[in-house]
Nanobody, 121 residues
Framework: QVQLVESGGGLVQPGGSLRLSCAAS????????MGWYRQAPGKERELVAT???????NISDSVKGRFTISRDNAWNKVYLQMNSLKPEDAAVYYC???????????????WGKGTLVNVSS
């Protein structure tokens, strides 16, 4: 079983920045996509940004131009640089990793436990 461990959340003022990090417990496993989702209280989980092995990204319109995703394929790590944070960015941010060979892992992808981002003055 692969574990994803997030770090970097916290409290920041509007307009501030945070950098989230996520590391997989097994860096030898091929991951086709890694990225970030978030869930605010009372709302459904939503995609923030993902990146595939080739570096292609899928970024939510709500964070384009403010958030940057990057990835270290060799170590199965993914990062989210969040700038110009807004109160509406406050949420629990979850790391996600999609293995290249899902069938080997029961058809499942992997999720971290989440890290809380709070944007408030």
């Amino acid at each position: 079983q692969v574990q994803l461990v997030e770090s970097g959340g916290g409290l920041v003022q509007p307009g501030g920045s945070l950098r989230l990090s996520c590391a997989a417990s097994a860096y030898t496993i091929c991951m086709s996509s890694m990225g970030w989702y978030r869930q605010a209280p009372g709302k459904e989980r939503e995609l923030v940004a993902t990146m595939d092995k080739s570096g292609r990204t899928n970024i939510s319109d709500s964070v384009k131009g403010r958030f940057t995703i990057s990835r270290d394929n060799a170590w199965n790590k993914v990062y989210l640089q969040m700038n110009s944070l807004k109160p509406e960015d406050a949420a629990v941010y979850y790391c996600n990793a999609d293995p290249c060979y899902r069938n080997y892992y029961g058809g499942m992808d992997f999720w971290g436990k989440g890290t809380l981002v709070n944007v408030s003055s």
